[in-house]
């Protein structure tokens, strides 16, 4: 019996962490809360205008995917209850976002990454090796993620055609919740990474948004 007991926590996260990875990967994750495109007119684009919003949330739908796997990398190594419980969480908001993202990229006629194993694979890789610096490095980790996706939400809220209504209601509740999602990690005592990390984040995340666009 001690020796199940010894042996079931660890089997169980890695069954749970197997189990998000395949979900967030191959699933369709299913969204708590409801999509806010709903009240929005599904207005029919040009080809052209309907190529571009889909790259755009593909993007979106990409870093979605960065987000679970950093959330869930970081959260197998976190040190404290409390840290483990605040990364879940917003690993749980996030998956609103994956589920109306890939939504989104439905009705667009369109699909999301070809790539999604591999980002999440490598940002898993990334969250737990921030997690294994402690956890003032993993909240900072998560206020810098959510800052740069905030960043890359505004820019996409300008670019999206302008009769692309619905991408553009489903971003800004996403926007919304990025900085809540940075707020929160701030508070709870995140440290400022230091130089050069948030360059290094803002230029893995370039080449991903290159790729992504397309891919
Ligand atoms: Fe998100
Ligand atoms: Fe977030």
Same mark, same amino acid.
């Given at each position: 019996?001690?020796?199940?007991?010894?042996?079931?926590?660890?089997?169980?996260?890695?069954?749970?962490q197997?189990?998000r990875a395949?979900?967030t990967v191959?699933?369709?994750?299913?969204?708590?809360?409801?999509?806010? /495109?709903?009240?929005?007119?599904?207005?029919?684009? *040009?080809? $052209? @205008?309907?190529? %571009?919003? !889909?790259?755009?949330?593909?993007i979106?739908h990409v870093g979605e995917v960065c987000a679970q796997a950093l959330y869930t990398g970081q959260?197998a190594?976190?040190?404290?209850? /409390?840290?483990?419980?605040?990364?879940?969480?917003? *690993?749980? $908001? @996030?998956?609103? %976002?994956? !589920?109306?993202?890939?939504?989104?990229?439905?009705?667009?006629?369109?699909?999301p990454s070809l790539l999604n194993a591999l980002w999440y694979g490598g940002s898993y890789a990334i969250g737990v090796a921030a997690g294994?610096?402690?956890?003032?490095?993993?909240?900072?980790f998560?206020?810098?993620t959510?800052?740069q996706?905030?960043?890359?939400?505004?820019?996409?809220?300008?670019?999206?055609?302008?009769?692309?209504?619905?991408?553009?209601?489903?971003?800004?509740?996403?926007?919304?919740?990025?900085?809540?999602?940075?707020?929160?990690?701030?508070?709870?005592?995140?440290?400022?990474?230091?130089?050069?990390i948030?360059?290094v984040m803002a230029a893995a995340s370039k080449l991903m948004k290159t790729v992504a666009?397309?891919i």
């Amino acid at each position: 019996m001690t020796a199940t007991a010894r042996h079931l926590g660890p089997l169980d996260r890695f069954l749970d962490q197997t189990q998000r990875a395949l979900e967030t990967v191959l699933g369709a994750p299913v969204a708590e809360r409801p999509n806010p /495109a709903a009240g929005e007119p599904d207005i029919v684009m *040009a080809d $052209e @205008e309907r190529r %571009h919003s !889909a790259g755009l949330m593909r993007i979106n739908h990409v870093g979605e995917v960065c987000a679970q796997a950093l959330y869930t990398g970081q959260a197998a190594v976190a040190r404290d209850e /409390a840290t483990r419980a605040h990364l879940l969480a917003a *690993a749980q $908001e @996030e998956t609103d %976002h994956l !589920a109306w993202c890939a939504d989104r990229l439905r009705e667009l006629d369109s699909r999301p990454s070809l790539l999604n194993a591999l980002w999440y694979g490598g940002s898993y890789a990334i969250g737990v090796a921030a997690g294994l610096r402690g956890d003032g490095w993993n909240l900072g980790f998560v206020v810098e993620t959510e800052r740069q996706v905030e960043a890359h939400i505004d820019e996409h809220l300008a670019s999206l055609p302008a009769d692309d209504h619905r991408s553009r209601a489903i971003l800004r509740v996403m926007k919304a919740d990025e900085a809540r999602h940075a707020d929160n990690a701030e508070a709870a005592g995140a440290r400022v990474l230091p130089f050069p990390i948030p360059r290094v984040m803002a230029a893995a995340s370039k080449l991903m948004k290159t790729v992504a666009y397309r891919i």
